[in-house]
Structures are given as structure tokens and as C-alpha cells.
């Protein structure tokens, strides 16, 4: 009796320890699928740079030019939302936008962690760098820097909270060929993009610009 006790003890542990993984070995939670722990406020001005596939850009920002623009994208920055990631709409003579994860998950967890709109202070002239939005309040992760002087944009509420202020002629080089999205163009459709993240893009639209990382550095 004693042995047959013993044996299925030892069973019983052997069976416990097979069914789980060490603490060590499971893969890291990505901080990322938790918008709600990325609230920092963002210095009163601090520069991006952002290194790419075909070169590097700088941005700076200023807080008091759209202060919960800035707020937001100091924090997806410093969380590393936009590296790995393609620059997925580029509309010639107009603009230049990206901000879609690698991770469809992620973009999943971001998709309704809306702000409200911050009060137009700037025009969105050739360089500045805006959130895109989808109609009122709907700013999230996506943003655009401005090919050319599109101030039609100031009266639709689209605040510019930043400017290229090195590397312009990188931005003016990300690749266009594609073009816009349904239903105006043939281009990556960010439903898609949103929903299968990077594999999608590296697929279906190989050519597209990479931002490698973004990285903050105060001005």
C-alpha cells in the first residue's frame, strides 16, 4: 500500500509540474495591448527622430500647439508604437500618413482610444505633422505630415502639433507608387492593414517605407 501511495504521488507531481512553463520562459506580455497605462504628459517641446528605410526625419513638438496631440504621440513614441511600421498612404502633393502596428492586436486595443480634438492654432502648411481623424473626436494613433500648404484642413479641425524641421526631403521620398487606398486608388486599404498589421503591407504591398524606430529626444 505504501508503494502504491508513493507512486501515485509522484505521478500526481510529475503530472503538475508537466502541465505549466516556468515564469522565465513565457513570453513577455506586449505593454502595448494596454493603452490605458500610456497617460504621461509630454514636455513643453521635444523633438522625434525617426529612421527609415530611405533615410532619417526629425520632428519636433510643441504641447501648447494641440496639447492632447502631443500628450498622445509622446506616449505611443515612447512606447515604441511606431517602429517596425510602414508608411502606408502616400498621396502625392498632398500627404504622407502612417500610425497602423505591426500587431494586429495592438491596433485592435487602439482603435477606439479616442481624444477630443484640440483647438486649430496652426495651419497645416508643407512639413507639419497632424493627427488624422474620422470625423469629430475620433484622433488615435494615425498621423500625416503635410506635402504641401493644405490650410483647407484647419477649418475640418485638423491640428497640427508638430513640423519637420530636418529631413524633409526623406518624407518627400517615401514611396508613392501605389497611391491611395479604396475607394479612391488601388492602394493599401487600412481596414486591412488595421486588421492583419505588418503582414498584410509586407505582402500585398512590399515597396512600401519602413520607419525602422522613433525615438524622443528633448529640445
Not at 31 to 58: I, K
Not at 71 to 81: H, K, P
Not at 125 to 138: E, N, W
Request: a negative charge; aromatic letters at 12%; hydrophobic letters at 40%.
Amino acid at each position: 500500500m505504501r508503494r502504491q501511495t508513493l507512486a501515485l504521488a509522484v505521478f500526481a507531481l510529475l503530472f503538475g509540474c508537466g502541465g505549466s512553463e516556468p515564469e522565465e520562459q513565457r513570453p513577455a506580455r506586449n505593454p502595448l495591448l494596454r493603452p490605458e497605462q500610456f497617460g504621461e504628459m509630454a514636455p513643453a517641446t521635444f523633438q522625434v527622430l525617426f529612421e527609415t528605410s530611405v533615410g532619417d526625419f526629425l520632428v519636433e513638438v510643441h504641447r501648447d500647439w494641440a496639447p492632447l496631440g502631443a500628450n498622445r504621440f509622446y506616449n505611443l513614441v515612447a512606447a515604441g508604437y511606431y517602429d517596425d511600421t510602414r508608411i502606408y498612404r502616400v498621396v502625392g502633393d498632398f500627404m504622407a500618413q502612417f500610425g497602423l502596428n505591426a500587431d494586429p492586436y495592438v491596433n485592435q486595443a487602439w482603435k477606439t482610444q479616442f481624444i477630443i480634438d484640440d483647438p486649430v492654432t496652426q495651419t497645416n502648411s508643407r512639413g507639419a505633422m497632424t493627427f488624422a481623424k474620422g470625423g469629430l473626436h475620433t484622433r488615435t494613433t494615425e498621423v500625416f505630415i503635410n506635402y504641401r500648404d493644405n490650410k483647407m484642413l484647419d477649418s475640418d479641425g485638423f491640428a497640427p502639433f508638430g513640423r519637420v524641421i530636418e529631413g524633409m526631403q526623406v518624407v518627400d521620398s517615401f514611396y508613392a507608387k501605389y497611391g491611395d487606398g479604396p475607394p479612391r486608388g488601388d492602394g493599401p486599404y487600412a481596414a486591412m492593414a488595421q486588421a492583419r498589421g505588418n503582414e498584410y503591407l509586407d505582402t500585398d504591398f512590399p515597396e512600401l517605407t519602413r520607419i525602422i524606430r522613433a525615438t524622443i529626444g528633448i529640445s
